[in-house]
C-alpha cells in the first residue's frame, strides 16, 4: 500500500487556516498564491514547494537554511529569522504545527473513525483491548484491521513499528493517519497521552470517541506538568475534539470528567460498582484462561471471556465494549473479541499445562501499580501462592525501590530480586535496597538472583504448591539499560513460557 500525499494549496490556505485558529500574528505581502506542495517540521524532508515549520526549543537557524536550500518556499515561526522567504508568524508554534500538518493531510481524521484514550492508567491495555474487538468486526466484514497508535508499536497500515511517543507530533500524527485512510482502515484507535493534548500534537484531530480511564497523581515535574491541575485539565481537553465520550463511574473526580464531556454528542457511562452505568459488569469468575463476568451493554447482556487475570482489566474492557457501543460494532464482535487477545507486556497471561502456575507478566514498575495488581491477585487467588519476580531502575525513579519493595513486602508470599534498566548505578546495590525493604515489611522469603533470565527460572522452579508467579518491570521489552548503553535480552513472557514448559 502506497503512502499517503500531502495536497498541494497556495500559501493563502495555510494562512487562511492559521488565521481561523487564532494563531497567525503577522503575514507576508503578497505571496499569498505561492504553491505548497509539502509541509513539514523537519529539515531533511524539505523539498522544493515546501512549507517549513521550525518548531522546538533546540531549534537552530542552520535548519531553516538547509530546509530553503532544499526548496523550501516559505516558513512558519514564532521567530522571524529575516531570510529570503516568506514568514508565517505565528503566536503558538504547537498549535500552529497541527492545524498546518492536518490541512497538508486532508484532514484524514475525517475519512476514519478515530478512537483516543486518555488517564492516567489503562490507556494502552484499553487500546489493544479495543483494537482486538474492532479487529473481530473487521475480519466479520472482510476489512482492513484497525489501525493503532500506542506507546508500544504503531500500525496505520503502510507503516508499522516500535513507538517512539505514547502520541506523535502532528505531522507523524496526522501522516499516520492519512495513511490509514488510503489503506481503507475504517477505525484507528490510539493512546492521547497528556502532554500531547497539552501541547497540541492532536489539535485538528477529529475523535468518533473519546474514552477517560481514570485519573490519579503521576507525571507532576518541572518537565511534564507543575500541577495535578495542569495535568488533570490538559487531559480533558479530549472531550473538545470528540463526538462522543466514553467515561468510567468508577474514576476519582468522575463529576468534573463527566462536566467537561457534557458537551459531546452522547456521553456513555461503564461502571464495575454502579449499575446505573451504560455498560455494566458483575458476576465475575477466575479461571485459567481468564476472567468470565456478564457483561450488559443498552443493546445486550452476555458473558465475556477476559483474557486477564486481574479484575481492574475488566474496568479496561468495559471501557473498550463502551467505545464498541459508541460506534455501533455488532454483539458478536464485542462478545468474542477479547478471547484471544494478548497485550505485549501487560497483563500477559501464561497458564501452565497443569494448572499448578498461572504466569503473568505485566510493565508494572512503580509501587502504585504492583500494590494495585498484588492486591488484586490475592483476593481474586486466595488459595495461590502469590511470587513476584521483579527490581527498580537505576538513575532515575530512586523511590521506585522503596515504594516497589514495600507493596512486594506487604503482598507477595516469595519473592526474586533481579535487574531492572540498572543504567549507570550497580544492580546488587539497587537489589539490596529493595531487600532491606521487603525485610521491614516482616517478609524473610525473598532472595536475589541478578541474572533476570535465571531469576524468572529459579521462581518458577522453587514452586511447590498451585502459584500466581509474576514478572514485573520490563514488560514486552527487549532491551536491558546499562552503565555503557542498552544491550538486547529476551522479553520476559518468552522466558517464562521456557521456565512453565521445562516444569
Not at 478515530?114 to 472482510?142: M, Q
Not at 508499522?160 to 495513511?179: D, H, M, V, W, Y
Not at 529459579?458 to 508467579?469: D, K, L, M, S
Request: glycine share 8%; proline share 4%.
Amino acid at each position: 500500500m502506497a503512502a499517503a500525499v500531502q495536497n498541494t494549496y497556495p500559501l493563502d490556505r495555510y494562512i487562511a487556516a492559521l488565521s481561523e485558529a487564532g494563531v497567525l500574528a503577522s503575514r507576508p505581502d503578497g505571496c499569498g498564491d505561492l504553491e505548497v506542495s509539502f509541509a513539514t517540521d523537519d529539515s531533511r524532508e524539505a523539498r522544493p514547494g515546501t512549507l517549513f515549520a521550525c518548531k522546538g526549543a533546540a531549534f537552530k537557524r542552520e535548519y531553516l537554511l538547509s530546509a530553503l536550500e532544499a526548496g523550501a518556499v516559505a516558513y512558519l515561526s514564532e521567530t522571524d529569522y529575516g531570510v529570503e522567504a516568506p514568514c508565517l508568524l505565528v503566536s503558538d508554534i504547537r498549535r500552529a504545527l497541527g492545524v498546518a500538518a492536518d490541512l497538508a493531510y486532508g484532514h484524514p481524521s475525517g475519512r476514519v473513525k478515530v478512537c483516543a484514550f486518555t488517564g492516567t492508567k489503562g490507556k494502552t491495555t484499553s487500546a489493544y483491548y479495543l483494537k482486538s474487538v474492532l479487529d473481530e468486526h473487521a475480519r466479520r466484514a472482510g476489512r482492513h484491521a484497525a489501525g493503532l497508535f500506542s506507546s508500544i508499536e504503531f500500525d496505520d497500515g503502510v507503516d508499522a513499528g516500535i513507538s517512539k511517543l505514547t502520541t506523535p507530533e502532528a505531522f507523524q500524527l496526522e501522516r499516520q493517519l492519512a495513511n490509514a485512510a488510503a489503506s481503507g482502515i475504517e477505525h484507528v484507535v490510539m493512546e492521547a497521552s497528556s502532554q500531547a493534548l497539552k501541547y497540541d500534537r492532536t489539535a485538528c484531530v477529529e475523535f468518533a470517541v473519546g474514552a477517560f480511564t481514570n485519573i490519579g497523581e503521576d507525571h507532576i515535574s518541572p518537565i511534564e506538568h507543575p500541577s495535578f491541575e495542569d495535568y488533570f485539565s490538559s487531559k480533558l481537553k479530549l472531550f473538545a475534539q470528540s463526538r462522543i465520550a466514553v467515561v468510567n463511574l468508577d474514576m476519582d473526580h468522575v463529576e468534573r470528567v463527566l462536566e467537561a464531556a457534557a458537551p459531546c454528542e452522547r456521553v456513555i457511562t461503564y461502571s464495575m460498582v454502579d449499575p446505573s452505568a451504560d455498560v455494566f459488569a458483575d458476576g465475575l469468575v477466575h479461571t485459567e484462561r481468564g476472567i468470565v463476568a456478564r457483561v450488559r451493554t443498552p443493546r445486550f447482556t452476555d458473558e465475556m471471556l477476559i483474557a486477564t487475570p486481574v479484575k481492574f482489566n475488566v474496568s479496561n474492557a468495559l471501557g473498550a465494549v463502551a467505545c464498541a457501543e459508541a460506534l455501533g460494532i455488532e454483539r458478536e464482535a464485542v462478545v468474542h473479541g477479547f478471547e484471544r487477545l494478548r497485550v505485549p507486556g501487560r497483563m500477559e497471561l501464561y497458564p501452565s499445562a497443569s494448572g499448578l502456575i498461572i504466569g503473568v507478566v505485566d510493565f508494572a514498575h512503580n509501587g502504585m501499580s504492583l500494590e494495585t495488581m498484588l492486591t488484586d491477585l490475592r483476593e481474586n487467588y486466595p488459595d495461590r501462592e502469590i511470587a513476584v519476580v521483579f527490581g527498580a531502575t537505576g538513575g532515575k525513579g530512586v523511590d521506585r525501590r522503596e515504594t516497589m519493595g514495600v507493596a512486594a513486602g506487604k503482598y507477595a508470599d516469595r519473592i526474586v530480586i533481579t535487574e531492572d534498566d540498572p543504567g549507570p548505578e550497580d544492580p546488587a546495590d539497587i537489589c539490596a535496597t529493595i531487600a532491606r525493604v521487603v525485610s521491614e515489611q516482616g517478609n524473610d522469603n525473598w532472595q536475589i538472583e541478578l541474572d533476570r533470565e535465571r531469576a524468572i527460572r529459579t521462581c518458577v522452579r522453587e514452586t511447590t504448591r498451585p502459584a500466581v508467579v509474576v514478572v514485573t518491570g520490563k514488560g514486552h521489552e527487549t532491551r536491558m539499560l546499562r552503565k555503557n548503553g542498552p544491550e538486547p535480552c529476551r522479553a520476559d513472557g518468552k522466558v517464562l513460557q521456557e521456565a512453565l514448559a521445562q516444569l
